[in-house]
């Protein structure tokens, strides 16, 4: 079944009562059983939830796994994942890595005896300086927030699987559309699915695809035991932003390229991050393991002033100033005091997350309108 197809229909069943097209939305907290234990399948609606399976089953199928496991945020997902290890376990992850993980990483599971080693994954060799008995997980994000990078999942794959480690993968900038890391040796894909997957900035939502049946059961164990799991009026907005996803996302390839290009002879521009770009850095990667190449671009201005970065950003009349991606809707950022604000100021700058860097989630608006109010607001 092809990508499209996949979209409308994979996991999705006719209700059974009226033969409504659409999932209906189960609000129930509970379900009744015939005697103790005599159910079909539904006790509690934090365990399972008729709308929310027909939504895993759906995103699973988009990513080629054999399980989905739906949250309440993308960062309940990664609090799954992180809940697999042990104190004195050790997390291998990437120098630039979106700030709420980072955060989650830090703040929260180092508090916990798991010891996490950021580092450049742009070159997977660099994993061999820091692996070792201990190292349970390599998290990956590709391309990453907010500079773009790209890392090689075969490559990874690869060493995850020499070492006994489990490969995990942020797959949110670039979607099941763009990219699918199961099919690249990928252990567990995560999906912030406010983002491409909801698609019309009204969920919070975050999803775990694998295909292993034990990593299943684990992260599933954890899933209904620790209860972030979402409603089933989430779940059926969400049904409903996917079966538009393969439309929406070959419209945000097509402005993202065309304000890339833009932004690169604006002379007022010093640097763009966007991996179709053939002198980006692990661009034949880039094209290798994706179908194209997403509608996140980051990019610096000349002056390097963080105020000049503020009035660009205030300056916009289509885009809109928030936090957030993936939308229909034009966004910009200013990473360095929204999203990634919790990041120590140092180690931003190493990775190129400077006061004077912008970010831009390009939605599905006109391109003339989005070309001409970059260009009113760069002046």
Same mark, same amino acid.
């Given at each position: 079944?092809?990508?499209?197809?996949?979209?409308?229909?994979?996991?999705?069943?006719?209700?059974?009562?009226?033969?409504?097209?659409?999932?209906?939305?189960?609000?129930?907290?509970?379900?009744?059983?015939?005697?103790?234990?005599?159910?079909?399948?539904?006790?509690?609606?934090?365990?399972?939830?008729?709308?929310?399976?027909?939504?895993?089953?759906?995103?699973?199928?988009?990513?080629?796994?054999?399980?989905?496991?739906?949250?309440?945020?993308?960062?309940?997902?990664?609090?799954?994942?992180?809940?697999?290890?042990?104190?004195?376990?050790?997390?291998?992850?990437?120098?630039?890595?979106?700030?709420?993980?980072?955060?989650?990483?830090?703040?929260?599971?180092?508090?916990?005896?798991?010891?996490?080693?950021?580092?450049?994954?742009?070159?997977?060799?660099?994993?061999?300086?820091?692996?070792?008995?201990?190292?349970?997980?390599?998290?990956?994000?590709?391309?990453?927030?907010?500079?773009?990078?790209?890392?090689?999942?075969?490559?990874?794959?690869?060493?995850?699987?020499?070492?006994?480690?489990?490969?995990?993968?942020?797959?949110?900038?670039?979607?099941?559309?763009?990219?699918?890391?199961?099919?690249?040796?990928? +252990? !567990?894909?995560?999906? #912030?699915?406010?983002?491409?997957?909801?698609?019309? &900035?009204? *969920?919070?939502?975050?999803? %775990?695809?694998?295909?292993?049946?034990?990593?299943?059961?684990?992260?599933?164990?954890?899933?209904?035991?620790?209860?972030?799991?979402?409603?089933?009026?989430?779940?059926?907005?969400?049904?409903?932003?996917?079966?538009?996803?393969?439309?929406?996302?070959?419209?945000?390839?097509?402005?993202?390229?065309?304000?890339?290009?833009?932004?690169?002879?604006?002379?007022?521009?010093?640097?763009?991050?966007?991996?179709?770009?053939?002198?980006?850095?692990?661009?034949?990667?880039?094209?290798?393991?994706?179908?194209?190449?997403?509608?996140?671009?980051?990019? +610096? !201005?000349?002056?390097? #002033?963080?105020?000049?970065?503020?009035?660009?950003? &205030?300056? *916009?009349?289509?885009?809109? %100033?928030?936090?957030?991606?993936?939308?229909?809707?034009?966004?910009?950022?200013?990473?360095?005091?929204?999203?990634?604000?919790?990041?120590?100021?140092?180690?931003?700058?190493?990775?190129?997350?400077?006061?004077?860097?912008?970010?831009?989630?390009?939605?599905?608006?006109?391109?003339?309108?989005?070309?001409?109010?970059?260009?009113?607001?760069?002046?």
């Amino acid at each position: 079944m092809k990508f499209a197809t996949k979209a409308l229909h994979a996991g999705v069943e006719p209700d059974p009562t009226t033969g409504a097209i659409m999932t209906p939305i189960y609000q129930t907290s509970t379900f009744v059983q015939a005697s103790p234990g005599n159910h079909k399948g539904y006790a509690y609606a934090r365990g399972k939830n008729p709308t929310r399976n027909q939504l895993e089953k759906n995103i699973a199928a988009l990513e080629n796994a054999k399980h989905g496991l739906c949250f309440s945020s993308g960062m309940g997902a990664t609090d799954a994942v992180i809940k697999l290890l042990r104190p004195g376990d050790e997390v291998i992850t990437g120098d630039d890595l979106y700030g709420g993980t980072y955060r989650m990483f830090t703040k929260v599971f180092a508090n916990y005896g798991i010891k996490f080693h950021f580092i450049n994954l742009t070159d997977v060799n660099n994993i061999s300086k820091y692996i070792n008995e201990k190292t349970k997980l390599i998290w990956v994000e590709t391309p990453t927030n907010p500079t773009m990078q790209v890392v090689d999942i075969s490559a990874c794959s690869v060493i995850a699987k020499k070492h006994g480690c489990v490969l995990a993968v942020d797959n949110t900038f670039a979607s099941p559309y763009l990219q699918n890391p199961i099919d690249m040796g990928a +252990d !567990i894909v995560m999906h #912030s699915v406010t983002k491409y997957l909801g698609g019309h &900035s009204d *969920v919070i939502m975050g999803a %775990l695809c694998m295909n292993d049946d034990k990593l299943h059961e684990q992260l599933a164990f954890i899933h209904n035991s620790c209860g972030a799991t979402p409603g089933p009026m989430d779940s059926f907005l969400v049904l409903r932003g996917i079966k538009t996803l393969h439309l929406r996302m070959e419209r945000h390839c097509f402005n993202g390229r065309k304000i890339a290009e833009f932004l690169k002879s604006h002379p007022k521009v010093d640097k763009v991050y966007w991996p179709g770009f053939a002198e980006h850095p692990n661009h034949e990667i880039a094209k290798k393991q994706m179908r194209d190449f997403g509608g996140m671009i980051s990019f +610096d !201005i000349k002056s390097k #002033s963080k105020e000049d970065a503020f009035k660009i950003a &205030s300056s *916009v009349k289509v885009f809109s %100033l928030a936090e957030s991606l993936g939308g229909v809707e034009s966004l910009v950022n200013h990473p360095a005091t929204m999203t990634h604000a919790s990041v120590p100021a140092d180690e931003r700058a190493r990775v190129g997350v400077t006061d004077s860097l912008l970010r831009l989630s390009v939605g599905v608006e006109d391109i003339d309108d989005l070309l001409e109010d970059l260009k009113q607001a760069l002046g």
